[in-house]
């Protein structure tokens, strides 16, 4: 393993958690994982702009591998008012934005996400070398979320 300090790990997760974080506290709906299961994508629908101009987006969260370095992936795309059915659906033709939110690092072991109540635990887990042994460092995060109501006059 190459040498890559903890503070370097920690700063990296910090700055993902972070950015899930803000989010995940506009989220409207959680929906991977279920509730009390372990998953490794983070789904959930947020508003955007508020009412009454009100967008929302699905927003996902995943581990993705480029050749032997891993890094956490942000997923975006716009919802739609569907007003016959009184629900935000992705537009049949969904325009996916995608964006890393932590560096690559070839150390990377795991990210997880447990979805449970009103709750979201984010647990981001690496390796690392130092001082000729291999370390492991997490970072676990407890996000509180409110599942907002349906704004119907939505655009």
């Known amino acids: 393993l190459p040498n890559i300090s903890w503070q370097h790990l920690q ?8 950015r899930m ?12 994982p279920n509730q009390n299961e372990l998953g490794d994508i983070l789904t959930f629908d947020y508003i955007k702009t508020p009412a009454p101009s ?3 987006s699905r927003v996902s969260y995943e581990r993705k591998k480029n050749g032997d370095r891993y890094y956490v992936e942000r997923a ?11 629900t935000w659906d992705v537009s ?9 939110v932590t560096e690559e690092i070839t150390t990377w072991a795991a990210v997880h996400f447990v979805h449970r ?3 979201v635990v984010t647990i981001l887990v690496a390796q690392y070398q130092a001082g000729g042994m291999i370390q492991t460092t997490s970072y676990t ?3 509180a979320i409110r599942t907002l109501p349906l704004y119907a006059g939505g655009t």
Do not use: C, H, Y
């Not at 975006?76 to 009184?86: F, K, Q, S, V």
């Not at 033709?93 to 890393?100: D, E, I, L, Q, V």
């Open 54 to 56: 009100e967008t929302r």
């Open 21 to 32: 974080t803000s989010e995940l506290r506009q989220a409207t709906v959680v929906s991977v």
């Open 92 to 100: 049949p033709s969904p325009m996916w934005t995608r964006t890393p």
């Open 11 to 18: 700063k990296n997760f910090r700055f993902a958690a972070d």
């Open 117 to 119: 109540g009103a709750r």
């Open 76 to 86: 975006e795309t716009p919802l739609i008012w569907n007003a016959g059915a009184g």
């Open 141 to 143: 995060l407890q996000t």
